[in-house]
């Protein structure tokens, strides 16, 4: 028998700030070790991606802009932006999963950080988010995509597009809490992120789209932050649309940051 | 400390729906109390109550002695859950799984993995360790659930149904484990929507129905108290059917009820009727083609306790045959 004694120690009241990062830790590494043993979730942070960004490139590339490699120089950026705000879903999904199947009121059973299965969850979710943007990038680069912006800029891309994802999970956080089944999260991220990151400027430019359409792509914040990107990774003048995208951005978070922890203390 | 669980008038709703509507309970340190209902009586309500994972709307509740509510972290300190559904991630293996917990509860990387070999193999799991849990048998998910609710040896556990789907064997296996917990010390409350269940593993047992405790007491008691067991007999000649049953309503001092297969039935409050029926039959020169003791189902408990029928439960309620 392992002498482990736990119940020797005075249970603390509040957890202390260490203590949680360490909670946050362990959460996150679960998330992550996970990945190991579930070949779809590999599928969806890797193959997707990369069946993606192929497939954008070679069958519409010719007929975009004449060229497949012009396109690919285009359209990275939105193609990154696209696959990273699907990904802001999965942390919706995983957490209705986990309150589905019991594993969250397991975690509330134990004397740890409140706050510490969201935390943990969200920081690995937005590792993930990181390594299939870099995936993205890397091939990127292998297929002839030249960051005109360097170095600086495709850190400064990645950088906004963790600071977007991440405003943009307490969205998730939120629906994740409410939704009454993972399925129909994975619905709601299909009929309501294809309309939105398409109608944007993140595949074709917009003044080719009609009147009507344009008005709307403007005003999508999608097209802020594909322009924000397409900018940091291309070059190109950056201060508007990254501004504009880090205004909705604080937005996002402002509005469904304190939502989101309602919801979810709602349950603590 | 006399009570590890002490629950005083506990209510709580959901909308217009009133899940517990007032329930007191109490279970001595290092004794089983077994919460027995139907589906929808309020037991889960109940015990995510005592497990600080829901706040009541009314009354209080101490767990070894601290209040659930003002002191939620030092009560989670001191518990071990395990729900309804077996709550182990899947994608995990089960040595993840348990090392996990460990970590959460502060054992460094070394004992954690210390402890979750200990419990696997405690729960016959070491062979399975390496495997995610999601392909796990239903028996082995449970008990999975059940090592992570002990990794940090918790002097209090809370058990929500824990066989409910489980077969006889995985059943058996679970009750075992139960009672090494409460020889080593440790508290339980175990609900359950089988009788047989209450009886084999409670000290003491509250029934609840529609959010309220409608009966209680040990097994002994509530079985006197709801009519115990009931003797069912088939005559073997189907024209001694008058002369048995006069025979059951002598014994018993009942009028037998004849079910429309020929089965006569009478509640046996004691041992002693199954043989004095024996010998009467035997006297008269009556035989019985079927003669048998059944357990109260859940059913019929709750048809003497509460005069109406229970909506018929998920799981083929469980009688105790008693073959003769
Ligand atoms: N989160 C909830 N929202 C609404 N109703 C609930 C909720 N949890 C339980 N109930 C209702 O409360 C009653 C008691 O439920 P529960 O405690 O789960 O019963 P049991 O565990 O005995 O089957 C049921 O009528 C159930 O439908
Ligand atoms: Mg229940």
Do not use: C
Not at chain 1, 189 to 205: E, G, H
Not at chain 1, 222 to 240: E, K, Q, Y
């Amino acid at each position: 028998m392992a002498t482990v004694t736990l119940r020797a120690q005075a249970p603390a009241r509040r957890v202390g700030l260490l203590a949680g990062l360490e909670h946050t830790a362990t959460l996150a590494w679960r998330n992550l070790v996970q990945i190991k043993h579930n070949p779809m979730e590999l599928m969806d942070l890797s193959i997707q991606p990369v069946m993606f960004l192929l497939l954008f490139t070679y069958v519409f590339g010719g007929q975009m802009s004449g060229s497949t490699h012009a396109y690919l120089q285009f359209a990275l950026a939105g193609i990154i932006v696209q696959n990273g705000l699907f990904a802001t879903l999965n942390t919706a999904v995983g957490l209705n999963n986990d309150i589905q199947k019991g594993v969250f009121d397991r975690l509330r059973s134990l004397p740890i950080a409140r706050s510490a299965p969201l935390a943990g969850r969200v920081a690995a979710d937005l590792l993930k988010q990181v390594w299939s943007m870099a995936l993205m990038l890397g091939l990127g680069l292998a297929l002839g995509f030249r960051p005109g912006a360097g170095v600086l800029g495709v850190l400064g891309a990645t950088l906004l597009m963790v600071v977007f994802a991440l405003a943009m999970s307490w969205l998730s956080v939120l629906i994740g809490m409410l939704a009454s089944s993972p399925e129909k999260v994975q619905m709601m991220a299909f009929v309501v992120m294809f309309p939105l990151t398409f109608s944007s400027s993140a595949f074709v430019s917009p003044a080719t789209m009609p009147g009507w359409m344009q008005a709307w792509v403007k005003v999508n914040p999608v097209t802020a932050l594909v322009d924000a990107m397409r900018a940091l990774l291309n070059g190109g003048p950056l201060a508007a649309s990254l501004t504009h995208s880090l205004l909705w951005a604080a937005a996002l978070a402002a509005v469904f940051f304190p939502l989101a922890l309602r919801a979810y203390q709602g349950r603590a | 400390m006399e009570f590890a669980i002490r629950a005083e008038g506990l209510v709580k709703t959901f909308g217009t729906t009133r899940a517990l509507d007032g329930v007191d309970l109490v279970a001595r340190t290092g004794t089983v109390l077994g919460v027995l209902g139907p589906n929808g009586a309020g037991k889960t309500t109940a015990v995510r109550i005592l497990a600080t994972l829901l706040r009541p709307d009314g009354g209080r509740a101490q767990v070894g002695g601290l209040d659930v509510v003002r002191d939620a972290g030092a009560v989670r300190a001191a518990i071990g859950l395990t729900g309804q559904y077996a709550a182990v991630d899947e994608m995990l293996t089960g040595t993840e799984n348990l090392v996990m917990i460990g970590r959460l509860l502060g054992l460094p990387r070394p004992a954690a993995k210390a402890r979750a070999a200990e419990l696997l193999a405690g729960f016959s799991l070491t062979d399975a360790g390496g495997r995610a849990a999601g392909t796990y048998s239903g028996g082995m998910r449970r008990r999975l659930d059940l090592a992570a609710s002990l990794v940090g040896r918790p002097g209090v556990l809370f058990l929500d149904e824990p066989t409910t789907g489980l077969d006889p064997h995985s059943r058996g296996e679970l009750w075992d484990v139960v009672r090494g917990l409460v020889a080593d010390g440790v508290t339980v409350l175990l609900t359950t929507q089988y009788l047989e269940e209450a009886d084999q593993l409670a000290d003491e047992i509250a029934v609840i129905d529609h959010g309220r405790v409608i009966a209680g007491g040990t097994p002994d008691q509530l079985k006197a108290q709801v009519g115990g067991q009931t003797l069912e007999l088939r005559p073997a000649r189907p024209a001694e059917l008058p002369q048995v049953r006069a025979v059951l309503a002598a014994v018993s001092g009942r009028e037998p009820e004849l079910s429309p297969t020929g089965l006569l039935s009478v509640p046996a409050r004691d041992d002693s009727v199954m043989p004095a029926v024996v010998a009467r039959l035997t006297d008269a020169g009556l035989v019985a083609g079927e003669l048998a003791l059944r357990g109260s189902s859940l059913d019929e408990v709750f048809l003497t306790l509460t005069g109406h029928r229970e909506p018929a439960t998920d799981e083929p309620n469980d009688t105790m045959k008693v073959g003769v």
